[in-house]
């Protein structure tokens, strides 16, 4: 008998009843009927953070008025979010700083980066790498007049280093195929060269334990597993040895050292600081800190342990149905997602969408799944299996109403 034909939802029930993160799945609404498995794009919603974005709007804004960049801490935001996503990527105090969004935290990562490795005329990119990503590289390397030297997923980044490059950009968690790169090993390899490692965090920041510690600078978002909602502030990481000589190419007053002095000369700030730009969105900083109020309660390596058995449940259940798995299959090597590879994936998507089940698609025929441990249960993974074997089996996906592509997939 096949593996998968042993594992019942009786015995995913009882997996959730042994779950000893299973209370966290209070802390979030989750709407009746559906499986979501979008939390590696969008994040589900906290149910504190109604209450505490309609107390930044109500008695911060609307009766303390300005006087709250003071008395609710609104100016210090960028710092305070910071120390609080600090743990979740391995680093202290001082050494993160929230605000802008990932795009635009990539583009000042590069450019200090940069700065500090003159002479150097190579950007290190993945071709693999999320497109804004790419896109924030080609803008860099316009804007500084650089190359970029391009490497493949499994490409051997050794080869690609030398004396000529200045910096490495990488995502640690392929956000296509969850693939999970090695972060200690690389950033050696990298600084050994002499060029500086920049780690893009976005698919790690709440899914997996990251150790931060060696790397130069990283960048996440907050708006995916950390469900700090959407456009919530992404956040930067300076090694402690880079702050007094890395430089925010946004020089804008938030980061200056002394912004009520109001002096026509910028000054950096001191320490991180000086990486905020300008005025934050304070409403979508009480959204994320109340999402962080949940995640200090949150051992990884709890939720590390639960995504491994929820990817692993899944993949058990699904892989007999003969698509083609882009995800890892040693669970040592992928993030908290699966990708399967579909030539109709974008109608096979849908089609489980329509039923209750909602993972993305991404071109050209990848369907993905995100496992939030925080809030999914064995149960789910074990309906959404079920319901992607439907779909296939009963080719539902052939209706023509599914075809057509909406503006986000
Ligand atoms: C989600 C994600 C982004 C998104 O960038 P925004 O500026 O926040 O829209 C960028 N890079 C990676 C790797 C991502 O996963």
Known sequence: MMGYMSITRAGCAALDAADPISDFRDEFVLPDGIVYLLGNSLGALPRRTAARVAHAVTAEWGQDLGASWN???WWDLPQTTGDRIAPLIGAGPGEVLAGDSTSVTIFKALAAALALRPGRPVIVSDVENFPSDQYVVQGAAQAFDREIREIGPDADLANALGPDVAVVLLS???????????????TALVQASGALMIWDLCHSTGAL???ITGADFALGCTYKYLNGGPGAPAYIYVAPRHQKAARNVISGWHGHASPFDFEPGYEPAPGVRRFAVGSPPVLSYAALNASLEIWEKVDMRSVRAKSVALTELFIELTEHLGLELATPRDPVERGSQVSYRHPDGYPVMRALIDMGVHGDFRAPDLIRFGFAPLYLR???????ANTLAEVLSKELWR?????RRLTVT
């Open 378 to 384: 064995y149960v789910d993974v074990y309906d959404a």
């Open 172 to 186: 640690h968690v392929n956000y296509r195929t969850g693939a999970v790169r090695n972060m200690a090993e690389v």
């Open 71 to 73: 008395t609710a801490g």
């Open 209 to 211: 334990p990251v150790d």
């Open 399 to 403: 209706e023509p109403r599914y075809q």
